[in-house]
């Protein structure tokens, strides 16, 4: 199993431009999340969806961030316009029962 | 008032000591319990999960899960240099959907 599969690994843009994150989840799981971690914040749920459909996006922060999940193998989390505060590693995770399987995480630097 | 506290270290400790990892939380309706272990530039995988109170063992590591005090354990039996990692600990009232972190505590274990 090749577990959750995260791209970019690092990114670095400047502010105002658009990032998209993109993640493919473990085939057969039926839910998939995203996390943003920082130092200060720690470990955040952004949205999950289940069933490829958004569920609970209460935790994204803004407008400015958008998630999608066309098919149960691919998702993006898109960030337009970005800014220097959304800097931080991005995870996605799919679940399987009660387990939570996370990715490597997109490591996203906004200057 | 965080929902969930933990002590973010740093936590430096002796190759074969006995390490104790400690959360608090002020949500009754949290059920499930779980800690994960992050290591350095990657994602959190799952350790322990335990549902309610009460301890659960596997191998070197003990989860242990008081409500009433609202206070939550893990304890590293024999550690290794191995374990060294940041330990998040997770929780939530409904499954693994919405899982609140801690902000997780840095162990070093020194040979």
């Known amino acids: 199993d090749a577990g959750v599969i995260q791209s970019p690994r690092h990114e670095v843009t400047e502010m105002g431009q658009e990032v998209t994150l993109r993640c493919k989840p473990i085939s057969g799981h039926d839910y998939l999340f995203w996390y943003r971690q920082t130092m200060m914040r720690g470990l955040e749920l952004l949205i999950y969806f289940n069933n490829n459909v958004p569920i609970d996006d209460s935790g994204m922060p803004e407008d400015r961030f958008s998630a999608k999940m066309p098919n149960a193998s691919f998702s993006t989390l898109k960030i337009q316009p970005s800014e220097p505060r959304d800097s931080a590693v991005y995870f996605c995770a799919s679940r399987r029962s009660n387990t939570i399987y996370f990715g490597e995480g997109s490591w996203l630097t906004v200057v | 008032q965080k929902e969930v506290e933990q002590d973010p270290g740093p936590l430096s400790v002796p190759e074969g000591a006995i390490v104790s990892l400690n959360c608090t939380y002020s949500n009754s309706a949290f059920q499930y319990f779980m800690w994960y272990r992050q290591y350095s530039r990657k994602g959190p995988e799952l350790l322990m999960y335990?549902?309610?109170?009460g301890n659960k063992e596997d191998g070197r590591f003990t989860a242990q899960v008081d409500k009433s005090s609202k206070y939550i354990s893990l304890f590293i039996r024999d550690s290794q240099p191995s374990d060294s990692a940041t330990y998040l600990c997770a929780m939530s009232a409904g499954g693994a959907q919405k899982l609140v972190f801690g902000q997780g505590t840095r162990l070093t274990i020194n040979p």
């Open positions: 335990t549902y309610s109170s």
